[in-house]
T-cell receptor, first 114, second 114 residues
Framework: DAGITQSPRHKVTETGTPVTLRCHQT?????MYWYRQDPGHGLRLIHYSYGVKDTDKGEVSDGYSVSRSKTEDFLLTLESATSSQTSVYFC?????????????FGSGTRLTVV | AQSVTQPDIHITVSEGASLELRCNYS??????LFWYVQSPGQGLQLLLK??????LVQGIKGFEAEFKRSQSSFNLRKPSVHWSDAAEYFCAASGGTSYGKLTFGQGTILTVHP
């Protein structure tokens, strides 16, 4: 989607290695989110951020950490990747009042842990 | 716990037929409600949203949804389906102490037969 970019788009990594996914936005939105998408589960919130250095856990945060040192970048790190973290990861951005625009999503990162 | 349920995992319709995708929510008060569509390999696109007022809301691509408080439902409809509507559809809600954080249903995959 215009204004929000995820990198890499695809990644294969080995069990036990650290992995960092990047979300970059040019919309200057305060709020940013990381979700994972798995069949039968829809999208589940991993971590979110309401501003620089202001982050909090979502419902499936175990094994993940995040950092936000600049408004435009939100990094998701898998500290030691496991096969259960094979998934498609989506970043989203929003204004504080989501009634106007809802979320805008990135195109996703497909991560495979072997 | 707050939750969103989409009872139908997979729906198949013929092109030109009408469509209804079901969504039920469990929240203490009326949440903000959204429908998103995801084409294969893509991110999620907002179809429509509801916060208050008229319970029938119109969205993009000819979709509409009706909010029914008595049934805790927000079903998505389209009078005549086109082959290009084949995709996965997600209902989402935000509310209570979690305004700003969307909770998603499990998704409904729509297949359209010619």
């Amino acid at each position: 989607d215009a204004g929000i970019t995820q990198s890499p788009r695809h990644k294969v990594t080995e069990t036990g290695t650290p992995v960092t996914l990047r979300c970059h936005q040019t919309e200057n939105h305060r709020y940013m989110y990381w979700y994972r998408q798995d069949p039968g589960h829809g999208l589940r919130l991993i971590h979110y951020s309401y501003g620089v250095k202001d982050t909090d856990k979502g419902e499936v945060s175990d094994g993940y950490s995040v950092s936000r040192s600049k408004t435009e970048d939100f990094l998701l790190t898998l500290e030691s990747a496991t096969s259960s973290q094979t998934s498609v990861y989506f970043c989203a951005i929003s204004e504080p009042d989501i009634r106007l625009l809802g979320y805008t999503f990135g195109s996703g990162t497909r991560l495979t842990v072997v | 716990a707050q939750s969103v349920t989409q009872p139908d995992i997979h729906i198949t319709v013929s092109e030109g037929a009408s469509l209804e995708l079901r969504c039920n929510y469990s929240y203490g008060a009326t949440p903000y409600l959204f429908w998103y569509v995801q084409s294969p390999g893509q991110g999620l696109q907002l179809l429509l949203k509801y916060f208050s007022g008229d319970t029938l809301v119109q969205g993009i691509k000819g979709f509409e949804a009706e909010f029914k408080r008595s049934q805790s439902s927000f079903n998505l409809r389209k009078p005549s389906v086109h082959w290009s509507d084949a995709a996965e559809y997600f209902c989402a809600a935000s509310g209570g102490t979690s305004y700003g954080k969307l909770t998603f249903g499990q998704g409904t995959i729509l297949t359209v037969h010619p």
